[in-house]
């Protein structure tokens, strides 16, 4: 049995942590943030006793210790309003549409970032790697690689395009990404990360398995290609019509977030690798403008 085959067994005997105990949830995030219960005991200024109470079942926690053990393991809002469920206490953390008037300043500055970027792609995406919005420089790249009706009816599924399956779908970017093995072994263990810490929710690890079911993608998850890197950063190197354009990206996400919609959002922005990219890229956002 291969390590690919391994982690899918994995992936398909998580239960959904919404059904399982505080007691194996607090168990798990500990393990996870490689933490003793002496270390979490000290950190957190409660007993090892009481931390091994908890973690057998022989306590119950309150609602301000599950948000002081959660706060010091830093678990996500999404899994802390889990963890009070698990105790029956309500979620306290909202979970609101990026559209909710709540949110208008965080959309401005949203906004803002995207303008900001142009004349050079930006996105942001959900945890699931869903595209919730684009500046026009992003629009203008997505429709010179691929037509906008092909873009829609191959990769439009509920409204949402999701950015790794149109990278790893032979229909998708992958014709147009000549280091496209590079870049999909990088990103098939990104994905992965997050799937082991997302475990409540099936559809990351969903997504995880249909990529592994594309053309040249599951062996990609072995390859360490570090030897071969010429720059500490990887690029993603776009080519068509013997136009080369090689783009490296930036992750920003909201500082200290109480919304779990805010929380999972991130804004990917692309620079150009090189000064050739810059001035090519330039001229095709012009010429569109």
């Not at 933490?35 to 973690?55: G, T, Y």
């Not at 303008?115 to 919005?133: G, H, S, T």
Request: hydrophobic share 40%.
């Amino acid at each position: 049995m291969t390590s690919v085959d391994n982690q899918n067994n994995y992936l398909t005997g998580n239960k959904d942590m919404r059904d399982i105990s505080f007691s194996t949830l607090l168990k798990f995030w500990r393990k996870k943030r490689n933490f003793s219960q002496l270390d979490l005991a000290l950190i957190s200024n409660v007993s090892q006793r009481h931390i091994s109470f908890l973690e057998s079942g022989r306590a119950k926690p309150s609602q301000e210790m599950i948000l002081q053990l959660s706060t010091v393991l830093d678990i996500p809002l999404r899994e802390r309003n889990i963890m009070l469920s698990s105790v029956g206490f309500t979620p306290i953390y909202s979970q609101r549409d990026l559209s909710s008037p709540v949110l208008e300043p965080v959309r401005r500055a949203i906004d803002f970032i995207l303008q900001q970027q142009e004349p050079f792609p930006a996105l942001v995406i959900d945890r699931y790697w869903n595209l919730f919005e684009s500046n026009y420089a992003c629009q203008i790249l997505l429709k010179w690689l691929i037509n906008p009706d092909d873009l829609q009816a191959n990769f439009c599924i509920d409204g949402k395009i999701n950015m790794m399956r149109l990278m790893f779908h032979p229909q998708g970017l992958k014709p147009f990404v000549s280091n496209w093995e590079e870049v999909t072994a990088l990103l098939i263990k990104r994905v992965y990360r997050e799937v082991i810490v997302d475990t409540h929710n099936q559809d990351s690890a969903n997504l995880f398995r249909e990529l592994q079911t594309y053309v040249d993608v599951s062996h990609t998850y072995l390859q360490n290609n570090s030897q071969n890197w010429q720059v500490p950063l990887l690029t993603v190197n776009f080519l068509k019509n013997g136009l080369n354009l090689n783009f490296f990206s930036t992750i920003t996400t909201l500082g200290t977030p109480c919304d779990i919609t805010l929380q999972e959002l991130r804004i990917e922005s692309f620079f150009p690798a090189d000064t050739a990219t810059e001035e090519n890229f330039k001229k095709i956002f012009h010429q569109q403008e």
